[in-house]
């Protein structure tokens, strides 16, 4: 088999709480305190996967990361008086979005032939940063064909890289060279910035890519003051095709001449302030969606609900439909668990570029294979969690228990 787009999805971890640690992703501040459902965000997730196997598409996934983070909470010396952020870092589910695992750069971008991957520190935020040597761990397990893959150490934390969410790759195939994009942004916002310049330069030196086909954008300092905390909510990039909000980049045309100079098939898909708001694109969503090549060649879009529920966002995709433009279909699918934390569909998928006889095959996923997580989801996974619950000691050893029974159903007991 040849190269081709695997999405390997997160699956939701059964300690899935909305504690509002993310300053700057309103969805998460705004669902703070509300009782979580981790039973119900799991399988909205592997409904997703379904659906995008369905579609003909590869579809992989990565397993929620240990916890309770035991480690975390010893370091900071959590007890009863400590602040409950800090307990609930320890807790929290982030590992759910792939996007932020890690940066992939396909084989035909380096220098050395092999697709070469870098978690990101996530530095920014005490509740992400603790994520990635796990994470590492696990990209190692997956993709341990040293022919074919390079797993580094993230870069270090003092310049914050968010991964994947902060890149895009423009190809005429995905297994051809691309020109890859990354968006960092400029700290002094009421905001943090969370992807650092040097950090994106260093990930791009570290995977062998070509200067002459590597771009480097600023991000929108309005942008990220309106709520997009990464790039990937409100730009996403398949193909020949870069789907982008009017206000995403800091200079908007430079950013157009920029990439068409390096790649000069770009097409541009651009959604006017006047049609759709930053503040609608960043409920809805609607630029964190799944830009995916059909097996007809065809693009489809796939959007989170939230895009239907929108007037102004569900008539704009309706008159791009309508129009003779590259994305020919627009799916919306139900994420609501994690979009309540400011996770879309994008945000829930690592894109890996490789031949699926080249990654271990534990983390492919099958028809059956749904089945079999579907099943231990639904009688491991606690149904609700209410804020007040975490810290419990009968919840941990149900989330532990959870995980365990999964690791165990997938033959995967060395993450454990
Ligand atoms: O890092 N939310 C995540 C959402 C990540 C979305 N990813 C992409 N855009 N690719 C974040 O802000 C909320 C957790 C909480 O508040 O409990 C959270 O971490």
Not at 116 to 128: F, G, K, Q
Not at 188 to 202: D, K, N
């Amino acid at each position: 088999m040849g190269l081709s787009e695997i999405n390997f999805d997160g699956i939701v971890g059964p300690s899935h709480n909305y504690a509002g640690l993310s300053l700057g992703n309103l969805a998460s501040a705004s669902h703070k305190g509300d009782p979580s459902y981790p039973r119900a965000a799991a399988l909205q997730g592997l409904a997703k996967m379904r659906h995008n196997m369905g579609l003909g598409l590869a579809q992989g996934f990565l397993l929620p990361l240990p916890r309770p983070n035991g480690d975390l909470l010893a370091r900071l010396a959590v007890d009863d008086t400590a602040e409950r952020a800090l307990l609930a870092a320890a807790w929290s589910a982030s590992s759910m979005w792939t996007a932020n695992a890690a940066t992939v750069s396909p084989a035909p971008d380096t220098a050395d032939g092999r697709c070469h991957l870098t978690p990101a520190n996530l530095s920014t935020m005490l509740h992400r940063a603790q994520e990635w040597p796990d994470t590492r761990r696990q990209l190692a397990i997956a993709f341990a064909d040293k022919r074919h893959f390079a797993v580094h150490d993230a870069v270090p934390g003092s310049l914050g890289d968010e991964g994947a969410a902060n890149h895009m790759r423009l190809c005429e195939s995905h297994d051809a060279p691309g020109v890859e994009v990354f968006v960092y942004g400029r700290q002094g916002g009421e905001f943090p910035a969370r992807q650092h310049e040097q950090a994106s330069r260093a990930v791009a030196r570290l995977h062998g890519l070509d200067p002459m086909r590597t771009v480097f954008i600023e991000q929108n300092p309005a942008a990220i003051a309106a709520g997009a905390f990464h790039n990937d909510v409100v730009a996403v990039a398949n193909g020949t095709v870069l789907f982008t909000h009017e206000l995403a980049f800091a200079d908007q045309q430079g950013a157009y001449e920029t990439i068409s100079k390096a790649f000069p098939g770009l097409e541009v898909v651009e959604v006017p302030a006047s049609a759709v708001s930053l503040e609608d694109a960043i409920r809805s969503y609607l630029f964190n969606a799944q830009l995916l090549t059909l097996p007809s060649g065809e693009m489809a879009l796939v959007v989170p609900e939230e895009c239907h529920d929108n007037a102004a966002v569900w008539a704009w995709c309706e008159g791009m439909l309508a129009g003779n433009g590259p994305i020919r279909q627009v799916i919306p699918v139900d994420v609501r668990q994690s979009m309540a934390n400011g996770g879309g569909p994008a945000c829930l998928r690592l894109r890996v570029v490789a031949d699926p006889a080249t990654v271990d095959p534990r983390f492919l996923l099958s028809e059956g294979k749904a089945e079999l997580i579907e099943r231990v989801i639904a009688w491991s996974w606690p149904e609700q969690i209410d804020p007040s619950d975490i810290g419990n000691p009968a919840l941990v050893r149900t989330v532990v228990a959870a995980r365990n029974a999964l690791l165990a159903a997938l033959e995967l007991q060395e993450l454990g």
